[in-house]
Structure formats: structure tokens, C-alpha cells
């Protein structure tokens, strides 16, 4: 595939058609990231970032983001998120990690003959950083960020929707990238439902044969709030299984350090602050720490205030306690 890439790189440049030369380059970190090799996929973006954008070749299109029949269905672009940019109990961290590195040392893997884990199920209660992981798997190796939209993959037309499901798949070799299928339970749920319709069997069961025959380089994240719903055999189709829970007291301290501003705040404070986050998800806790910063801006303040950080969590604990979380 590479080969081909780098014809596409030199027909481009012969012909000076630079939007076309971009998007080979592109193509071709891609393929460098999918092989394991993170580094020169990040020089070769950097590379890209730094040529000067000729006026008169055109618009220029990210070719992350799908085109034709997958456009409804697909979101893609590239994401920023770093390992450093979330929060997670120490065994999912290292987790994540480990897959990481699984999947940049893929050639060096495939040599002896075994593959990378790359098909992922991340379940837990909404807003406790699931779908965020994806964006730092996406980040962390250069890949885009492919979201499935499922009120476009689900089709009011019998059959339809395997179809689109299939074109998903079918996208997965040609385009590689972090594939995020969000609130998954509405794909994967158990076959033989009370409320389920035959449809819905077929979408399921069709999933299963579609993993099963993935090749691809890209990486499977599937997320869903409600594992329990998750048909039986999807679990033995995930490489790893990961569990997204409310954060520790030392997981919300940490996540108060990394969003509030260093040194503003005493160790007391933030302790207590903590006290009062007991309970929240992640989501919470740093909608909270913008809504402070939202305060300060509109009173003209040069800092945040401890004031408006207590009201602003107060708030979010309020807010938490009138909404069910399975009903987020």
C-alpha cells in the first residue's frame, strides 16, 4: 500500500498539484502510524503542517474525514489528546498504555507472528472518560478519530442497516483510524430481547460475522454505558475489556490539578474541594471547573475564585443527584 502512496506522492509533485500532494503525504503517515511507527508519522505531519499553502490550488479537503456514501454515517478527524490529557485508575491507565504500545510495535509483533490488540469495549457510567479515551488512543497515534453516527447507520429500510454496518467494515482497511462506536448497546444487545425485533438479531449477528472477518489495521472502540444489555458472544469478540468507574477521591484531585490553574489553590482547598466532588464523574468535575472559569471572566476577575469553584461543584453535585445516571 505504501508503494502506492509514494507513486501517488511523485505523480502529485510532477504535476504540481499540491492539495493531491498533501493528501498522499497524509496517506502515507497513515500507513507509517498503522505499521507501529508513531515517530515518523509524527514528522511526517509535522512536515505537511509546515508547507505554505498555495491560494490558487483550491480548497484543501482533511482526508480524515469520509466522503460519499459513508458521510452521513461516519465522522472523522484528526485529534490532539495525549495520555497526559485524561484521568483513569492506575490499571486502566496502564492498560491503555500497554495497547499502545501493542500497536506501535505491530511489525515487530507480526514477525513472531502474533497481532496487536486492537478491538476494544469500554463500558461504565456516562461521563467517566470512555469516549475521550478513544480520542487519546486517536491522538496518541496519530490516527483520526472515526465516529459511527447511529442515527445514520440505523435505517428505517429492512436490511439496511447491516448494509451500512457492512460499509463501515468494509471502510476499516482502506481508511485506517481509531473506529468509535458509541452507546454500542445499541448495536450489540442481546439477541432474544423481549422487546428485541428481527431486525435487530440480524444487525447483532451481523456485527459478529463482520468482526470476526476484520483484518484491518484500525482499531475497534466500542462504548457503551449499559454493559449488562451487551449480547453474551460480543464480549469474546473484544480484545480487552475495560471498565470506566467514578472517580476516586484521588482521581478527582488529580483531575482538579490538571484543569484548575498550578499553584493557584492550597492543598486544603483542593482537598476540600475533592470532599465536595465525592460522587461526580469526570464529566462533571471539569464542566464544573469551566463553569468557575466562565464566573471569573464574566465578574472581570484576574483569577478563578475559591468561591465560584464551590458553587460551580455544588452545582454539578445538585444537578447529579436530579438526573439518574442511567438516564444521562
Not at 495497547?99 to 486492537?118: C, D, F, I, K
Not at 483510524?177 to 458509541?182: I, M
Not at 483531575?255 to 462533571?284: E, I, M, N, V
Request: net charge neutral; with cysteine; charged share 25%.
Amino acid at each position: 500500500m505504501r508503494g502506492d502512496i509514494l507513486k501517488k506522492l511523485i505523480e502529485a509533485h510532477a504535476g504540481g498539484d499540491e492539495g493531491a500532494f498533501r493528501k498522499a503525504a497524509l496517506q502515507l503517515a497513515a500507513a507509517e502510524s498503522a505499521a507501529g511507527h508513531a515517530r515518523i508519522a509524527d514528522e511526517l505531519r509535522t512536515l505537511v503542517a509546515r508547507m505554505p499553502v498555495t491560494a490558487s490550488r483550491g480548497k484543501l479537503v482533511d482526508i480524515a474525514q469520509p466522503r460519499g456514501e459513508l458521510a452521513d454515517i461516519l465522522e472523522g478527524g484528526h485529534r490532539e489528546e495525549r495520555l497526559g490529557d485524561i484521568v483513569l485508575s492506575a490499571e486502566t491507565h496502564d492498560e491503555l498504555r500497554r495497547v499502545l504500545g501493542e500497536n506501535r510495535a505491530s511489525a515487530a509483533l507480526e514477525t513472531h507472528g502474533v497481532q496487536p490488540r486492537r478491538r476494544l469495549l469500554f463500558h461504565g457510567p456516562p461521563g467517566c472518560g470512555k469516549t475521550l479515551a478513544a480520542a487519546v488512543i486517536a491522538g496518541e497515534m496519530g490516527l483520526p478519530l472515526m465516529t459511527v453516527r447511529l442515527a445514520a447507520l440505523f435505517s428505517r429500510f429492512l436490511g439496511a442497516t447491516a448494509t451500512h454496518l457492512w460499509a463501515v467494515f468494509q471502510e476499516m482497511p482502506r481508511r485506517p483510524g481509531v473506529y468509535l462506536f458509541d452507546e454500542f448497546d445499541a448495536i450489540g444487545q442481546a439477541r432474544g430481547d423481549a422487546q428485541d425485533v428481527g431486525e435487530m438479531r440480524r444487525v447483532v449477528t451481523a456485527f459478529l460475522q463482520f468482526i470476526d472477518a476484520d483484518r484491518s489495521p484500525s482499531i475497534l472502540v466500542a462504548a457503551t454505558n449499559h454493559a449488562e444489555l451487551l449480547d453474551r458472544a460480543i464480549f469474546r469478540r473484544f480484545d480487552v475489556v475495560l471498565a470506566f468507574d467514578l472517580p476516586s477521591e484521588a482521581a478527582i484531585t488529580e483531575l482538579l490539578t490538571l484543569r484548575l490553574p498550578h499553584g493557584g489553590f492550597s492543598p486544603s482547598f483542593l482537598a476540600s474541594l475533592t470532599s465536595r466532588a465525592r460522587g461526580l464523574t469526570f464529566a462533571d468535575v471539569a464542566r464544573a471547573c469551566d463553569d468557575a472559569l466562565r464566573s471569573m471572566v464574566l465578574a472581570g476577575e484576574p483569577a478563578m475564585r475559591e468561591q465560584d469553584l464551590v458553587v460551580a461543584i455544588e452545582a454539578a453535585a445538585r444537578r447529579a443527584t436530579e438526573q439518574p445516571r442511567s438516564q444521562v
